[in-house]
Nanobody
Framework: QVQLVESGGGLVQPGESLRLSCTAS????????VGWFRQAPGKEREGVSC????????YYSGSVEGRFTISRDNARNTVYLQMSNLKPEDTAVYFC???????????????????WGQGTQVTVSS
């Protein structure tokens, strides 16, 4: 099973940026689709973004499109989530997860994602 470790979370002010990393061991990430999800206290888990393995296509939820960018660094076996213009409503624990090859139109549900990291806390507050 793929082991995933997220990092890069922290406390920032509104309008600032963070870059989250999802690093894998035991398996090359470029063979897998990788999604980022988040869960705020008292709320359901939300699919934020996803990147395909096969063609590198990327997907974003409406709440983050234009502000977040997902990318891969195959040499580091890492997927990044660059988050800009952060808002208080972005506050959540962020998780990365993997599934075979493509994100799928329903990636935001988390369906089919077999391996999950432990999460990293992002807090946006003034």
């Amino acid at each position: 099973q793929v082991q995933l470790v997220e990092s890069g979370g922290g406390l920032v002010q509104p309008g600032e940026s963070l870059r989250l990393s999802c690093t894998a061991s035991r398996y090359p990430l470029h063979y897998l689709a990788v999604g980022w999800f988040r869960q705020a206290p008292g709320k359901e888990r939300e699919g934020v973004s996803c990147i395909n393995s096969s063609d590198g296509s990327t997907y974003y939820s409406g709440s983050v499109e234009g502000r977040f960018t997902i990318s891969r660094d195959n040499a580091r076996n890492t997927v990044y989530l660059q988050m800009s213009n952060l808002k208080p409503e972005d506050t959540a624990v962020y998780f990365c997860a993997t599934r075979a090859l493509i994100c799928g139109s329903n990636y935001y549900t988390g369906s089919g994602f077999a391996s999950w990291g432990q999460g990293t806390q992002v807090t946006v507050s003034s």
